[in-house]
Nanobody
Framework: QVQLVESGGGLVQAGGSLRLSCVAS????????MGWYRQAPGKQRELVAR???????YYADSVKGRFTISRDNAKNAVYLQMSSLKPEDTAVYYC?????????WGQGTQVTVSI
């Protein structure tokens, strides 16, 4: 069974840091474009960061300079290092993997940033 499993979410104070992890099973992530999305209550899901197979990255303006996406194909994983967290970063964060065959989503992990 092909699946993505996220971990690392939690409650953190504003200004703090968290590292999200997404590990795949049943498939190799090396051929996928990997992304982290988030969805806050009452809002649409939005792209936070993306990393291509080449390693080229993209960040939403709202997280540039604070978040870093990385991948470790040997561990079949992608990470999102989040620093200088703000209350507006509070959301469920989802891992996404896309290639020509599949579009995979994890179950999400809650990130809550308190004032």
């Amino acid at each position: 069974q092909v699946q993505l499993v996220e971990s690392g979410g939690g409650l953190v104070q504003a200004g703090g840091s968290l590292r999200l992890s997404c590990v795949a099973s049943g498939t190799s992530l090396s051929s996928y474009v990997m992304g982290w999305y988030r969805q806050a209550p009452g809002k649409q899901r939005e792209l936070v960061a993306r990393i291509r197979t080449s390693g080229i990255t993209y960040y939403a303006d709202s997280v540039k300079g604070r978040f870093t996406i990385s991948r470790d194909n040997a561990k079949n994983a992608v990470y999102l290092q989040m620093s200088s967290l703000k209350p507006e970063d509070t959301a469920v964060y989802y891992c996404n993997a896309q290639n020509v065959i599949r579009d995979l989503w994890g179950q999400g992990t809650q990130v809550t940033v308190s004032i």
